[in-house]
């Protein structure tokens, strides 16, 4: 008896402490990931491409469903896929060409190793050269892969 009273209670006690989840509100401002981003004429990957927006392009989201924003574009609702688009607005996309030439330009403090340490394509050759690629078969019947410069043309792993 005592139970039964105090389990709805002790419900009502929690329900009144949580504090009360509320969906996301509609409309909201998001931003386009991806380059290129299709916009459907439907709630469907299969239906017709009304639009292509660019990474970055604000939209309104008017409403959503499972998979998909729905939105206004050029006086018509198109649909949205809720991948490609976020609440923040996305970094620009770094230049290559800024990076590297402030690279080269402070070349005193990169790490780099000393010239004498590199091998040559000469000294590739040679080594190449010198080594043989194993004689052993491994379990499952293909020739081991391993190069070796034993004269018994076996690898570390194979020879006897």
């Known amino acids: 008896m005592k139970s039964s ?7 009502l006690a929690l329900a009144t402490h949580l504090p009360a989840q509320s969906p996301a509100k509609l409309p909201r401002m998001m931003y386009v990931t991806f ?22 392009d604000s939209v309104e989201a008017l409403a959503a469903d499972k998979k ?4 206004t ?8 896929l809720k ?14 060409a800024a990076a590297s030439s402030t690279a080269a330009s402070d070349s005193s403090t990169s790490p780099r190793r000393p010239k004498s340490s590199r091998r040559t394509p000469d000294a590739a050759a040679q080594s190449d050269a ?12 293909k020739q081991c892969s391993r190069r ?8 570390w792993q194979h020879k006897k």
Do not use: E, H, M
């Open 35 to 56: 380059d290129n981003t299709p916009v459907y004429d439907s709630a469907s990957y299969l239906s017709n491409v009304i639009a292509d927006l660019r990474r970055g």
């Open 130 to 141: 010198a080594s043989v690629q194993c004689r052993a078969f491994t379990k499952s019947g």
């Open 73 to 80: 574009i050029q006086g018509r609702d198109g649909y949205l």
């Open 83 to 96: 991948a490609n688009v976020g609440d923040r607005r996305p970094a620009p996309p770094r230049q290559k």
């Open 5 to 11: 009273i105090l389990l709805p209670l002790l419900l």
């Open 148 to 155: 070796t410069n034993d004269p018994s043309g076996y690898c």
């Open 68 to 71: 998909f924003y729905r939105i």
